[in-house]
């Protein structure tokens, strides 16, 4: 093994370039492929074969400490279509000599509003205000290099760089 990578040294969460204020951990969204169960003559039971490409929903959770003002201008960027970028600094250990370093993880979302949640007020506490986005596009680089790419719009779902779909939507 080259590295050990521990941790998420610190991050920023943006919309169209401006920095927003979030809460303090936000969970990157689940890919679920869609599957469809095969059973027949020939097959020992029931497989789900993965429909590749075809994930269901996706949904960021956007914690907030306060209902500020700039929390309604990210529901309105969003809404137009803006785009959401965390970036973070990827702390990593390398196994031969131990020396700690880190690379940066980008992550880069685009989709609409779906939930608004205000939060609950009380004295001398956080909010826990959010929202939850409903993703059309989502990529991940880690160290400057595409990891995934999924454009549920533009039929494209690439893992390493490599496009997944190409044959696909030649053939459609």
């Known amino acids: 093994m080259e590295n050990i990578f521990e941790s ?6 943006y919309s169209n370039g401006d920095i ?3 809460g303090e951990e936000i969970s990157l969204p689940a890919i679920e492929n869609k599957t469809t169960t095969i059973s027949g003559a ?3 039971g029931e497989i789900d074969s993965v429909a590749e490409g075809h994930v269901s929903a996706m949904g960021q959770e956007l914690p907030f400490n306060a209902l500020s003002p700039e929390y309604f201008d990210v529901v309105e960027k969003i809404n137009k279509g803006a785009d959401i970028t965390i970036r973070g600094a990827l702390q990593y250990r390398d ?3 131990g020396t700690k370093n880190t690379m940066g993880i980008k992550v880069t979302e685009r989709g609409t509003v779906k939930t608004i949640t205000p939060g609950s007020i009380k004295n001398a506490e956080a909010m826990s205000s959010g929202m939850t ?4 596009y989502l990529k991940i680089e880690i160290d400057g290099k595409e990891k995934l790419e999924i ?3 533009n039929m494209i779902y690439k893992v390493n ?3 997944l779909l190409k044959k696909i939507r030649d053939l459609c």
């Open 42 to 44: 020939g097959i020992l």
């Open 133 to 136: 986005v409903n993703l059309n």
């Open 95 to 97: 196994a031969a000599t």
């Open 8 to 13: 998420i040294h610190s991050f920023r969460v």
């Open 20 to 22: 927003v204020g979030v």
């Open 161 to 163: 760089g490599v496009d």
């Open 151 to 153: 454009d549920k719009l």
